[in-house]
């Protein structure tokens, strides 16, 4: 499976974190993300994994910034992306069996990092429940 990652400053260190832990998995992961703890704009890193999930480039994203909405909100800006911000496994898991979330999105400053590990591997494990949500998520893009 092929991941793509993104972060801003405020997720430097959970990127590093999730990436060693999805390529001991096995996992191709492509990094777009800041490697450092400097002030950076976090449209500039969460675009280009919202772009290889629309292009299929990627099976799944993870987007990492302060809060995960501001990254959340740039990712949903891309046709056939469906990202959630989620803080628990819990909610990651709904996020993909509901809605067929294909992008994570973390909110750094409000999760510990085994939860952010956690909440990765649950969202890359569990799969979508189609049924009467797939009508629901069909739904969901505009048509112009």
Same mark, same amino acid.
């Given at each position: 499976?092929?991941?793509? !990652?993104? &972060?801003?400053?405020?997720?430097?260190?959970? =990127?590093?974190?999730? @990436?060693?832990?999805?390529?001991?998995?096995?996992?191709? %992961?492509?990094?777009?993300?800041?490697?450092? &703890?400097?002030? *950076?704009?976090?449209?500039?890193? *969460?675009?280009?994994?919202?772009?290889?999930?629309?292009? =299929? =480039?990627?099976?799944?994203?993870? !987007? @990492?910034?302060?809060?995960? /909405?501001?990254? /959340?909100?740039?990712?949903?800006?891309?046709?056939?992306?469906?990202?959630?911000?989620?803080?628990?496994?819990?909610?990651?898991?709904?996020? +993909?069996?509901? /809605? /067929?979330?294909? !992008?994570?999105?973390?909110?750094? +400053?409000?999760?510990?990092?085994?939860? %952010?590990?956690?909440? *990765?591997?649950?969202?890359?494990?569990?799969?979508?429940?189609?049924?009467?949500?797939? &009508? +629901?998520? &069909?739904? !969901?893009? *505009?048509?112009?």
């Amino acid at each position: 499976m092929k991941i793509s !990652i993104g &972060n801003d400053h405020a997720g430097t260190e959970y =990127k590093f974190a999730v @990436i060693k832990h999805l390529e001991a998995k096995g996992f191709t %992961v492509t990094n777009y993300g800041t490697d450092s &703890n400097e002030s *950076v704009d976090y449209p500039d890193y *969460v675009h280009p994994v919202a772009q290889d999930v629309e292009t =299929k =480039k990627a099976d799944l994203g993870i !987007i @990492i910034c302060g809060s995960g /909405n501001g990254a /959340n909100m740039t990712a949903n800006k891309h046709q056939g992306v469906r990202s959630a911000l989620c803080w628990t496994k819990e909610i990651g898991a709904l996020a +993909r069996q509901h /809605n /067929n979330a294909n !992008i994570l999105s973390i909110p750094a +400053r409000f999760t510990a990092l085994q939860q %952010v590990l956690e909440m *990765v591997d649950t969202f890359l494990e569990t799969e979508f429940e189609g049924g009467r949500h797939e &009508n +629901r998520v &069909n739904k !969901i893009p *505009v048509s112009c």
